[in-house]
């Protein structure tokens, strides 16, 4: 077995597991951005389910914060951690224990691997839809806050659960995203105030950044995957059968409750 098999397969198993560890064994620890990419993508083969999206970590400073690292991150969304608005997201194991309001965008059209970058106005070419959404993250390691970036890329970049709401009826292209304001609440606690801007500046602007991280690995992004930018608020602690609403204003809203 390969090295990045045999990593992909002890994240796997303590994900299923709802384990955590210390991190992984030196031989199986990543030492490029590109043998942690390598790992994740050895992930997919425990999916049914060809990739159902892109996530991106820590795009904005709390969210750098939360797991100590000092730029984004990319990871691969499972189609069997995806639960519709409305269903009960699962609670336990949960590590983190937050949730983090985001905006998202689904891909109308292929956009494949290229030498030259791509610029915000051809990532946003292929979009077909603006949502707003809930990612809830966690980590296969006890101490994420220490365990690196090259450590969380191979762990899906924090990847867990994920829900998408309704595709945005108002005219999201006329609007300025880095400044449209978003307000979440969990449960009966005080709204939680954010904006785009909190997004690598604009959340059109991490969109960019992730296709051109991903076009990098040689990787397509195909129509209908769904790419979601980072926590455009401070990541919110959540417990057994809180409710979560993020409010994107004109651009809709997203509820969700978890379970035991």
């Known amino acids: 077995m390969m090295i990045q098999d045999a990593a992909a397969l002890l994240i796997h198993e303590h994900w299923q597991a709802g384990q955590t560890m210390a991190a992984l064994p030196a031989p199986l620890r990543p030492r490029s951005r590109a043998q942690a990419y390598a790992i994740q993508a050895g992930l997919e083969r425990f999916s049914a389910a060809p990739v159902y999206g892109w996530k991106i970590a820590a795009t904005s400073l709390a969210g750098q914060r939360h797991i100590g690292v000092d730029g984004p991150l990319a990871g691969r969304i499972f189609a069997e951690r995806v ?69 969380l890329i191979a762990d899906l970049a924090c990847g867990h659960y994920f829900v998408l709401g309704a595709a945005a009826t108002a005219d999201w292209r006329a609007i300025d995203l880095a400044a449209h304001p978003v307000v ?69 809203a997203i509820t969700i409750r978890f379970g035991a």
């Open 83 to 151: 639960v519709a608005e409305g269903d009960t997201v699962p609670f336990t194991p949960n590590h983190m224990a937050v949730a983090e309001a985001e905006f998202a965008f689904r891909l109308g059209a292929d956009l494949p691997p290229r030498g030259a970058p791509y610029d915000v106005a051809a990532c946003l070419d292929a979009v077909a839809s603006l949502h707003p959404a809930i990612e809830i993250p966690d980590s296969r390691y006890r101490d994420f806050a220490t365990a690196g970036a090259l450590q």
């Open 184 to 252: 979440a609440t969990v449960s009966d606690g005080p709204p939680r105030h954010g904006i785009g801007a909190n997004v690598l500046g604009d959340p059109r602007v991490a969109l960019a950044w992730l296709v051109n991280e991903v076009s990098a690995l040689g990787i397509t992004l195909r129509a209908g995957q769904v790419i979601t930018t980072g926590t455009c608020v401070t990541p919110m602690p959540i417990s057994a059968h809180d409710g979560v609403r993020a409010d994107f204003g004109v651009l809709g």
